[in-house]
T-cell receptor, first 110, second 114 residues
Framework: KNEVEQSPQNLTAQEGEFITINCSYS?????LHWLQQHPGGGIVSLFM???GKKKHGRLIATINIQEKHSSLHITASHPRDSAVYIC????????????FGKGTHLIIQP | NAGVTQTPKFQVLKTGQSMTLQCAQD?????MYWYRQDPGMGLRLIYY???????DKGEVPNGYNVSRLNKREFSLRLESAAPSQTSVYFC?????????????FGNGTRLTVT
C-alpha cells in the first residue's frame, strides 16, 4: 500500500508569505490529488495532476514522478487560505482507490 | 447545482441503535464513495460503488453496509452502532473509478455513538 507523508503537519505564517506544503509517497502513481478542508469541515478538490505543474489563482501544484514528491504552493497568502491541505494518491499506485495523507494544518495570521 | 448532498449533518446514537446516512449527487457521476475521518488519521474508505449496480469494500468496511439505490444515490447503514464508529463521515463522487478524476465531497456527517 502506498504510504503518504505530508510536511509540515502544522504551519503558521503571516499574511503575504509564500507557503509550501510537501507530500511524499512510496509507490509510483498515475495521478495525485490535492484537497482543501475548510475550518467548517467541507472538503474541496484543488488539483489532480500526473506530471509537471498546475496553477489555479494563487495556488500552484507541482509533482516530480521520479522523486515521488509533490508540493503545493500558495503565493501572497491570505487568512482565508487557513485550512487543512490534504494530499491523496492511489493506494496501489494504479487502478485502485486513494490513500490520504493526514493533512497539513495551515494558519495565516493577518 | 447542489453537487453532493448528504444528510444528516449531525447525529447522536446510543450503542446498538441503527441509522442510515443518505447521499445524493446531481453531477451524473458514475462512482460514489463513503469515507470516515478520525482525528490524527487520513480519510479512510469504507465502501465504494464504482458504477451503478456495484459496491465494494474499502479499507474499513466492518460494521457498515451500503446500497447504491440508483446512479444518484448511495447510502451507508450502521446496523448496530458502536462507540468506535464515532467519526465524521463524508460521501464523495467522481466521474469514474478508480482515481483519475477529481473527487467531489459532501459536507460531512458528524456522528457520535454513546
Amino acid at each position: 500500500k502506498n504510504e503518504v507523508e505530508q510536511s509540515p503537519q502544522n504551519l503558521t505564517a503571516q499574511e503575504g508569505e509564500f507557503i509550501t506544503i510537501n507530500c511524499s509517497y512510496s509507490v509510483g502513481i498515475s495521478a495525485l490529488h490535492w484537497l482543501q478542508q475548510h475550518p467548517g469541515g467541507g472538503i474541496v478538490s484543488l488539483f489532480m495532476l500526473s506530471s509537471g505543474k498546475k496553477k489555479h489563482g494563487r495556488l500552484i501544484a507541482t509533482i516530480n514522478i521520479q522523486e515521488k514528491h509533490s508540493s503545493l504552493h500558495i503565493t501572497a497568502s491570505h487568512p482565508r487560505d487557513s485550512a487543512v491541505y490534504i494530499c491523496a494518491v492511489p493506494s496501489q499506485g494504479g487502478a485502485d482507490g486513494l490513500t490520504f495523507g493526514k493533512g497539513t494544518h495551515l494558519i495565516i495570521q493577518p | 447545482n447542489a453537487g453532493v448532498t448528504q444528510t444528516p449533518k449531525f447525529q447522536v446514537l446510543k450503542t446498538g441503535q441503527s441509522m442510515t446516512l443518505q447521499c445524493a449527487q446531481d453531477m451524473n457521476h458514475n462512482s460514489m464513495y463513503w469515507y470516515r475521518q478520525d482525528p490524527g488519521m487520513g480519510l479512510r474508505l469504507i465502501y465504494y460503488s464504482a458504477s451503478e449496480g456495484t459496491t465494494d469494500k474499502g479499507e474499513v468496511p466492518n460494521g457498515y453496509n451500503v446500497s447504491r439505490l440508483n446512479k444518484r444515490e448511495f447510502s451507508l447503514r450502521l446496523e448496530s452502532a458502536a462507540p468506535s464508529q464515532t467519526s465524521v463521515y463524508f460521501c464523495a463522487s467522481s466521474e469514474m473509478y478508480p482515481n483519475n478524476s477529481p473527487l467531489h465531497f459532501g459536507n460531512g456527517t458528524r456522528l457520535t455513538v454513546t
